[in-house]
Protein backbone atom coordinates (compact mmCIF):
# COMPACT_ATOMS: atom_id res chain seq x y z
CA UNK A 1 0.00 0.00 0.00
CA UNK A 2 1.49 2.97 -1.13
CA UNK A 3 0.37 6.51 0.30
CA UNK A 4 2.24 8.73 -1.99
CA UNK A 5 0.82 6.62 -5.27
CA UNK A 6 -2.06 8.95 -5.26
CA UNK A 7 -4.00 5.87 -6.91
CA UNK A 8 -3.53 4.43 -3.79
CA UNK A 9 -3.99 6.79 -1.10
CA UNK A 10 -7.52 8.00 -2.76
CA UNK A 11 -8.19 4.10 -2.31
CA UNK A 12 -7.30 3.90 0.94
CA UNK A 13 -9.44 6.28 2.24
CA UNK A 14 -12.20 5.89 -0.10
CA UNK A 15 -12.09 1.88 1.49
CA UNK A 16 -12.44 3.14 4.60
CA UNK A 17 -15.09 5.43 3.85
CA UNK A 18 -17.20 2.73 2.26
CA UNK A 19 -16.80 0.81 5.08
CA UNK A 20 -18.26 3.28 7.34
CA UNK A 21 -20.80 4.19 5.05
CA UNK A 22 -22.82 1.05 6.08
CA UNK A 23 -24.19 1.20 10.00
CA UNK A 24 -25.20 -2.35 9.97
CA UNK A 25 -22.57 -4.52 12.27
CA UNK A 26 -20.25 -1.19 13.18
CA UNK A 27 -18.02 -2.14 15.85
CA UNK A 28 -16.85 0.88 17.73
CA UNK A 29 -13.42 -0.93 19.21
CA UNK A 30 -12.81 -2.21 15.87
CA UNK A 31 -13.14 0.63 14.18
CA UNK A 32 -10.95 2.57 16.62
CA UNK A 33 -8.31 -0.77 15.90
CA UNK A 34 -8.44 -0.14 12.19
CA UNK A 35 -7.86 3.97 12.36
CA UNK A 36 -4.63 3.47 14.61
CA UNK A 37 -3.58 0.60 12.44
CA UNK A 38 -3.98 2.36 9.07
CA UNK A 39 -2.30 5.69 10.61
CA UNK A 40 1.17 3.60 11.68
CA UNK A 41 1.47 2.31 8.03
CA UNK A 42 0.86 6.39 6.83
CA UNK A 43 3.56 6.72 9.28
CA UNK A 44 5.75 3.94 8.36
CA UNK A 45 5.92 4.74 4.61
CA UNK A 46 6.04 8.36 5.46
CA UNK A 47 9.43 7.82 6.77
CA UNK A 48 10.33 4.74 4.24
CA UNK A 49 8.96 5.63 0.99
CA UNK A 50 10.84 7.56 -1.88
CA UNK A 51 7.89 9.29 -2.86
CA UNK A 52 7.62 10.78 0.66
CA UNK A 53 7.06 15.26 0.97
CA UNK A 54 8.41 14.99 4.27
CA UNK A 55 11.85 16.19 3.97
CA UNK A 56 15.20 14.09 4.12
CA UNK A 57 16.56 16.37 6.66
CA UNK A 58 13.19 15.81 8.60
CA UNK A 59 13.35 12.04 8.64
CA UNK A 60 16.45 11.86 10.59
CA UNK A 61 14.12 12.58 13.82
CA UNK A 62 10.88 11.52 12.51
CA UNK A 63 8.94 9.16 14.65
CA UNK A 64 5.45 9.60 13.37
CA UNK A 65 2.28 12.23 12.66
CA UNK A 66 0.37 14.00 14.62
CA UNK A 67 -2.88 12.81 15.10
CA UNK A 68 -6.74 13.48 17.48
CA UNK A 69 -7.32 10.19 19.12
CA UNK A 70 -9.89 8.57 16.87
CA UNK A 71 -13.19 10.22 18.31
CA UNK A 72 -16.81 8.38 17.09
CA UNK A 73 -18.37 11.47 18.22
CA UNK A 74 -16.73 12.88 14.74
CA UNK A 75 -18.16 10.28 12.59
CA UNK A 76 -21.06 11.90 11.50
CA UNK A 77 -24.03 10.59 9.81
CA UNK A 78 -24.80 13.50 6.77
CA UNK A 79 -27.65 14.19 4.52
CA UNK A 80 -26.33 13.86 0.83
CA UNK A 81 -28.02 16.55 -2.02
CA UNK A 82 -26.93 16.16 -5.36
CA UNK A 83 -26.84 18.95 -7.78
CA UNK A 84 -28.66 18.36 -10.73
CA UNK A 85 -26.15 20.85 -13.19
CA UNK A 86 -22.68 20.82 -11.33
CA UNK A 87 -21.19 24.32 -11.55
CA UNK A 88 -17.55 24.48 -12.57
CA UNK A 89 -14.71 26.72 -11.37
CA UNK A 90 -11.34 26.92 -11.11
CA UNK A 91 -10.01 26.02 -7.63
CA UNK A 92 -7.33 27.99 -5.93
CA UNK A 93 -4.27 26.28 -4.86
CA UNK A 94 -0.98 27.47 -2.81
CA UNK A 95 0.56 28.11 -6.70
CA UNK A 96 -0.54 29.28 -9.66
CA UNK A 97 -2.33 26.38 -10.54
CA UNK A 98 -5.87 26.59 -11.09
CA UNK A 99 -7.40 23.36 -11.11
CA UNK A 100 -10.86 22.46 -12.76
CA UNK A 101 -13.13 21.24 -10.38
CA UNK A 102 -17.16 20.99 -10.44
CA UNK A 103 -19.24 21.43 -6.88
CA UNK A 104 -21.35 18.33 -7.08
CA UNK A 105 -23.53 18.50 -3.57
CA UNK A 106 -23.44 18.79 -0.41
CA UNK A 107 -23.32 17.25 2.86
CA UNK A 108 -25.71 18.60 5.98
CA UNK A 109 -25.09 16.98 9.27
CA UNK A 110 -24.92 17.76 12.80
CA UNK A 111 -22.84 18.83 15.65
CA UNK A 112 -23.49 19.92 19.31
CA UNK A 113 -26.74 20.04 18.39
CA UNK A 114 -26.39 23.07 15.17
CA UNK A 115 -26.36 22.06 11.55
CA UNK A 116 -23.45 22.43 9.40
CA UNK A 117 -23.00 21.97 5.59
CA UNK A 118 -20.17 20.95 3.46
CA UNK A 119 -19.57 21.42 -0.47
CA UNK A 120 -18.42 17.77 -2.02
CA UNK A 121 -16.60 18.40 -5.53
CA UNK A 122 -15.11 16.36 -8.13
CA UNK A 123 -11.80 17.54 -10.14
CA UNK A 124 -12.70 17.09 -13.30
CA UNK A 125 -8.93 15.75 -14.42
CA UNK A 126 -8.84 13.31 -11.95
CA UNK A 127 -12.16 11.78 -12.36
CA UNK A 128 -11.54 10.66 -16.21
CA UNK A 129 -8.82 8.49 -15.12
CA UNK A 130 -9.46 4.91 -14.71
CA UNK A 131 -10.68 4.22 -10.92
CA UNK A 132 -11.30 7.41 -10.01
CA UNK A 133 -15.05 7.99 -11.54
CA UNK A 134 -16.48 8.18 -8.38
CA UNK A 135 -13.82 9.65 -6.28
CA UNK A 136 -15.26 13.17 -4.09
CA UNK A 137 -13.49 15.97 -2.17
CA UNK A 138 -13.87 17.69 0.55
CA UNK A 139 -11.50 20.23 1.40
CA UNK A 140 -12.33 21.94 4.56
CA UNK A 141 -11.21 24.72 7.08
CA UNK A 142 -12.16 24.89 11.43
CA UNK A 143 -11.79 26.64 13.83
CA UNK A 144 -8.14 24.44 15.04
CA UNK A 145 -7.23 26.04 11.76
CA UNK A 146 -3.12 27.42 12.58
CA UNK A 147 -3.41 26.52 16.02
CA UNK A 148 -3.98 22.63 16.99
CA UNK A 149 -4.10 21.67 12.42
CA UNK A 150 -2.66 22.66 9.46
CA UNK A 151 -3.51 26.51 8.61
CA UNK A 152 -4.37 25.36 5.06
CA UNK A 153 -7.12 23.26 6.01
CA UNK A 154 -7.66 19.34 5.54
CA UNK A 155 -9.07 17.28 3.51
CA UNK A 156 -11.60 13.80 3.08
CA UNK A 157 -12.58 11.78 0.61
CA UNK A 158 -15.43 9.88 -0.36
CA UNK A 159 -16.63 7.58 -2.92
CA UNK A 160 -19.73 7.75 -4.94
CA UNK A 161 -22.61 5.24 -3.96
CA UNK A 162 -26.04 7.12 -4.92
CA UNK A 163 -26.79 6.76 -1.37
CA UNK A 164 -28.54 9.70 0.19
CA UNK A 165 -27.01 9.27 3.57
CA UNK A 166 -23.30 8.64 3.82
CA UNK A 167 -20.76 8.78 7.14
CA UNK A 168 -18.81 12.04 6.97
CA UNK A 169 -16.17 10.38 9.24
CA UNK A 170 -13.61 13.42 10.10
CA UNK A 171 -10.90 10.89 12.08
CA UNK A 172 -10.14 10.66 8.21
CA UNK A 173 -8.97 14.34 7.83
CA UNK A 174 -5.66 14.43 6.74
CA UNK A 175 -2.95 17.43 5.40
CA UNK A 176 -2.78 18.23 1.86
CA UNK A 177 1.67 17.63 1.17
CA UNK A 178 1.63 20.97 1.51
CA UNK A 179 1.67 21.23 5.18
CA UNK A 180 5.20 18.68 5.04
CA UNK A 181 7.34 20.56 1.74
CA UNK A 182 6.12 24.10 0.43
CA UNK A 183 7.22 22.48 -2.90
CA UNK A 184 3.82 20.97 -3.44
CA UNK A 185 0.90 23.02 -4.99
CA UNK A 186 -2.64 22.25 -3.10
CA UNK A 187 -6.07 23.03 -3.14
CA UNK A 188 -7.21 26.19 -1.04
CA UNK A 189 -10.70 24.98 0.56
CA UNK A 190 -13.27 27.31 -0.46
CA UNK A 191 -15.01 29.59 1.71
CA UNK A 192 -17.98 27.81 1.43
CA UNK A 193 -16.31 24.97 3.46
CA UNK A 194 -15.22 26.78 6.55
CA UNK A 195 -16.48 25.33 9.44
CA UNK A 196 -17.43 27.40 12.23
CA UNK A 197 -16.65 24.29 14.53
CA UNK A 198 -13.43 23.13 15.97
CA UNK A 199 -13.20 19.70 14.53
CA UNK A 200 -10.67 17.95 16.84
CA UNK A 201 -10.44 14.68 14.95
CA UNK A 202 -7.84 13.51 12.19
CA UNK A 203 -4.65 14.83 11.43
CA UNK A 204 -2.84 17.73 13.24
CA UNK A 205 -0.40 20.23 11.90
CA UNK A 206 2.76 18.62 11.17
CA UNK A 207 5.22 21.09 13.36
CA UNK A 208 3.88 21.59 16.66
Given at each position: MKFFNLLILVILFASIAAEAQTEVGFDRSEYISKIRKDRQQKDYEMLNDDKSPILAEEKVTFTKLNYYKPDVEFRKEAGFTRFDQATHFLMKTSTARLPEYSIYGVLNFN?????????????????????FEKHLFIPFNDETNGNETYGGGRFLDLTETGADTVILDFNLAYNPYCAYNHKYSCPIPPEENNLKIEVKAGEKKWHK
Open positions: HMGIKYSLNVYQNIELVKKPG
